[in-house]
């Protein structure tokens, strides 16, 4: 019969059919098992890679916080020539947090109200300067309080005068009972020879990011607007506590600095625990950090924004250079400083983009300049919440919202920027947050809210700015 005749074969090929189906089954097995495995030893070399890409990357200037003694904890120092009054000739100007005892300050004059200065033996260390030759040479000191407010620590200048006013010192030396503290001295601006070059450059200080700080849109567009819409070419950010992506697009703009134009400076915040409470310290120290960020940035740079993350300032129109001295130009034919004053910081006055205005956006997430076109229909005093640009070498010491010490006390001006010029564009919520000096008035979430969309003029500005491609690519 055919078809009994058949029936082997048949056989046969069912059972072929069987073994293969079960080495295909055992084949799919051995190659799932051998993807997971080399899939998690994928993922762990990843971990490892990034981490070391992060330590290789980042690069930290070479000081921060250092423990003196349970008063004084030491930051950096500068050497200060400038023609100061009163002058007391060339001294290291050492900064520091210092432990705030308000009954040891003594008044200079009569006109000393809120007095700054300290009097002798008000702190026990002694400060002694070296030359070139490596002599050390112990040297009388002032204290000065810089801070605007005070709690129980307060930003505080040492000031060591030199001795012999042809020395040029190369370090300072703090010393304690118990201990010393030992820093390089950093060159001084060349007040009488202020080349164009230097005086036209700008840079960009933010007080100490802490959190962790993790908002990566926010700083990309941060740096991306200052950069090609003001002509800022220098970043410095004081790093307290940030993310692992921040460190990462951070240092990876300082590594591509010879393609955007645009360097990086990065200081460890390194602030002792006892320091990061505000009934301690105010604000981890903003005031010293802005004040070192002129002072390391003078040399170089003629001007500064002292502004926050969530600050823009935003000229009226776009203008035909893209750079800081244009805004300056454009500030003095509209808004002149009185007679025999100069222009030495312009404050912008401020107006709250409320995040309460635009909840289509998330600040935190996904932050978008161009995506946030609400604000509230009031403008803030100059002397409430302004920000500022500064030019360095007149600055002494910074202010929260305006400056205070000057070298020419007599000369430099707060110059107000007409909002005809430009605003202070200011991203945040607005919860709990009330108008009025001290925050005495009524909340800001009551005031109406207008459009603006004033900015979005710069938007394909920015985004075809070398840092928003570079920061583009590195995340896509």
Not at 119 to 140: L, M, P, Q, T
Request: with cysteine.
């Amino acid at each position: 019969r055919q078809v009994t005749g058949a029936e082997p074969v048949l056989g046969k090929t069912v059972a072929a059919m069987i073994r293969i189906k079960r080495v295909h089954r055992s084949l799919v097995i051995y190659v799932i098992t051998f993807y997971t495995i080399a899939l998690l030893a994928y993922q762990h070399l990843l971990g490892e890679t990034t981490e070391r890409v992060l330590e290789q990357v980042v690069e930290y200037e070479n000081y921060s916080w250092v423990k003196l003694s349970e008063d004084v904890f030491v930051l950096s120092a500068y050497y200060e020539n400038r023609p100061l009054e009163p002058d007391r000739g060339p001294f290291v100007r050492v900064l520091t947090i210092a432990r705030h005892n308000k009954e040891l300050l003594v008044k200079k004059s009569i006109r000393d109200l809120q007095p700054k200065t300290y009097g002798k033996g008000a702190f026990h260390f002694i400060c002694s300067v070296e030359d070139e030759a490596g002599e050390a040479v112990e040297v009388e000191y002032e204290a000065v309080i810089f801070e605007e407010g005070g709690e129980r620590f307060a930003a505080t200048f040492i000031n060591c005068f030199l001795k012999n006013s042809d020395i040029v010192p190369t370090h300072v030396r703090l010393s304690d009972k118990d201990k010393s503290v030992r820093i390089p001295v950093k060159s001084g601006v060349s007040y009488q020879k202020d080349s164009g070059a230097r005086s036209n450059k700008s840079s960009v200080c933010v007080r100490a990011l802490f959190g962790p700080y993790d908002n990566v849109e926010q700083i990309g567009q941060f740096m991306s607007y200052y950069s090609s819409v003001l002509g800022a070419s220098l970043f410095t950010f004081y790093l307290m506590d940030v993310s692992d992506r921040v460190k990462y697009l951070l240092g990876h703009l300082q590594s591509q600095s010879e393609t955007t134009s645009v360097s990086v400076n990065l200081v460890d915040w390194n602030l002792p625990d006892q320091l990061r409470d505000w009934e301690e310290l105010w604000d981890y120290g903003a005031l010293i950090a802005l004040t070192d960020c002129v002072y390391s940035n003078m040399v170089e740079y003629g001007y500064a924004f002292i502004v926050d993350m969530d600050e823009f300032i935003v000229p009226r129109e776009i203008m035909a250079s893209p750079s800081t001295q244009a805004l300056v130009d454009r500030i003095g034919e509209n808004k002149r400083p009185p007679i025999n004053k100069s222009s030495d910081a312009f404050l912008f006055k401020n107006t709250f983009f409320c995040s309460e205005f635009n909840e289509e956006t998330d600040f935190d997430e996904n932050f978008d300049l161009f995506s946030i076109p609400f604000r509230e229909d009031f403008l803030w005093s100059y002397k409430l919440r302004a920000k500022m640009l500064v030019r360095t070498k007149e600055v002494v010491a910074v202010g929260h919202h305006r400056i205070y010490d000057w070298v020419r006390p007599n000369v430099s001006y707060n110059t107000p920027v007409p909002e005809q010029v430009s605003l202070l564009h200011h991203y945040r919520s607005c919860e709990g947050v009330n108008t009025g000096f001290s925050g005495l008035g009524y909340p800001v979430l009551k005031n109406k809210k207008i459009e603006d969309k004033n900015i979005y003029k710069f938007k394909h500005i920015v985004q075809e700015s070398p840092v928003a491609k570079i920061i583009k690519y590195a995340f896509s």
